[in-house]
């Protein structure tokens, strides 16, 4: 149970305080654009919006997505089984289950494949006039899905002990 504690804390804090701050850096970044834009006659943050849209909003949807599928806010297969006897919907949200297994087990293969290629080439990326490495946003992307197919995995356990138990 120490596990599945410890995964459950770190995506509270990548939700929580990873993708909060990169919400707090939008803001300040917009803030600043527009109060330079418009007062100063002069771009305060060069290449804000590349910042904003490359950077912090891949952050804050990679770092809340493994804590809002734990929470349950990703849409759920549960119109059909809850007309269903309970062994049935159990049986059918395992199997509606081990279909998301297996399709976010091929987005995680490809997108650790993309970071490892992008570490590999040093692909970058453009900010304002400046370039900066892909990677440490990227790898981002293989961890979401790793942290949301264990606790897939977890739900997989249960429902399949509890269909066996009866």
């Known amino acids: 149970m120490r596990f599945w504690s410890a995964i459950g804390l770190i995506e509270?804090?990548?939700?929580?305080?990873g993708a909060g701050l990169c919400i707090l850096a939008v803001m300040l970044i917009t803030v600043?654009?527009?109060f330079g834009r418009y007062v100063?006659?002069?771009?305060?943050?060069?290449?804000g919006y590349n910042l904003i849209e490359r950077v912090l909003f891949p952050l804050i949807v990679f770092w809340a997505m493994p804590l809002a599928h734990?929470?349950?806010?990703?849409?759920?297969?549960?119109?059909?089984s809850e007309h269903l006897p309970r062994l049935a919907?159990?049986?059918?949200?395992?199997?509606?289950l081990a279909v998301e297994i297996a399709v976010y087990l091929a987005i995680l293969y490809f997108s650790s494949t993309f970071v490892m290629k992008a570490v590999d080439t040093g692909r970058t990326m453009q900010i304002g006039t400046?370039?900066?490495?892909?990677?440490?946003?990227?790898?981002m992307m293989p961890l979401a899905f790793l942290l949301m197919l264990l606790e897939m995995?977890?739900?997989?356990?249960?429902?399949?002990?509890?269909?066996?138990?009866g």
Request: charged share 20%; proline share 5%.
């Open 12 to 17: 509270k804090n990548m939700a929580g305080i």
């Open 32 to 34: 600043a654009g527009v």
């Open 40 to 47: 100063l006659h002069t771009d305060l943050i060069p290449g």
């Open 70 to 80: 734990r929470e349950g806010l990703f849409p759920r297969f549960e119109l059909l």
């Open 89 to 96: 919907a159990r049986a059918l949200g395992a199997a509606v």
């Open 130 to 139: 400046d370039t900066w490495l892909l990677w440490p946003i990227a790898v």
């Open 153 to 165: 995995l977890r739900l997989f356990w249960v429902d399949a002990v509890a269909i066996f138990r």
